[in-house]
């Protein structure tokens, strides 16, 4: 039995001593040595909670060596815990890349969700997303329904170049809110051309717009007066 094998029946063992140890990190280090990943899928599909969180976060740490992990990772994000619906979509941010791109679109989606907490740190991901991430959301997005094709352009905005900062502007006061977090996250994304449109955002209405950009400001190191 090697190192990983040893540290997964302690998993398996004793769920909750063995993530308040911080054993996780150890099995993490394990996974970077070598361990197969393939193992992490039991621990996914787990239904205790402790070892769903373990191993949501370890995929998370490995970053791009998960990807063969991204369908495994897609039913957590309608899990009813935060940290592994958080995680869930940091794994599928970094593994959502060439042909698998579209599924970037799982993670667009939690910018609705109830957890005002989790929004604004998806509106932080997405923020980061990469153009081929946001160009195969948005197709995915028209081909959903009539309703979504002017979400789909909202998101398209993320990625018009030269930055169209009247457009922007106007999406700041849409009746849709996800219109108007895809205009905060364009502004952050336009900051280094517009920091008047980040700024702007921060004076918003709208708490979700409002505390994504205030934080986003102090990232940028032009915190909100």
Not at 38 to 48: K, P, V, W, Y
Not at 82 to 87: E, M, S
Not at 98 to 109: E, P, W
Not at 127 to 134: I, K, V
Request: charged share 30%; hydrophobic share 40%; proline share 4%.
């Amino acid at each position: 039995m090697n190192n990983g094998d040893q540290i997964l029946e302690e998993l398996f063992r004793d769920p909750e001593t063995f993530d308040q140890q911080g054993r996780a990190y150890q099995l993490l280090q394990a996974y970077f040595g070598g361990f197969p990943h393939g193992s992490l899928r039991e621990l996914l599909a787990s239904e205790n909670k402790s070892i769903q969180r373990v191993a949501v976060w370890i995929a998370s740490e490995l970053g791009e060596e998960a990807r063969t992990l991204a369908d495994d990772v897609i039913p957590l994000l309608d899990k009813p815990d935060r940290y592994v619906q958080y995680h869930a979509a940091e794994v599928l941010t970094a593994c959502a890349t060439g042909r698998d791109a579209r599924k970037f679109l799982h993670v667009i989606q939690l910018l609705e969700d109830r957890d005002e907490g989790l929004r604004r740190m998806v509106m932080r991901l997405v923020s980061g997303a990469d153009r081929a991430q946001l160009e195969a959301g948005a197709e995915e997005l028209e081909r959903a329904s009539d309703h979504s094709v002017a979400r789909a352009r909202g998101l398209k905005l993320l990625l018009t170049t030269p930055v169209d900062a009247g457009e922007i502007q106007r999406m700041m006061d849409d009746e849709d809110p996800l219109l108007r977090r895809f205009s905060a996250i364009a502004a952050r994304r336009s900051f280094g051309e517009h920091p008047e449109l980040l700024r702007a955002s921060a004076l918003s209405v709208d708490a979700d717009v409002r505390g994504f950009a205030e934080s986003a400001l102090v990232d940028c190191g032009s915190p909100a007066q």
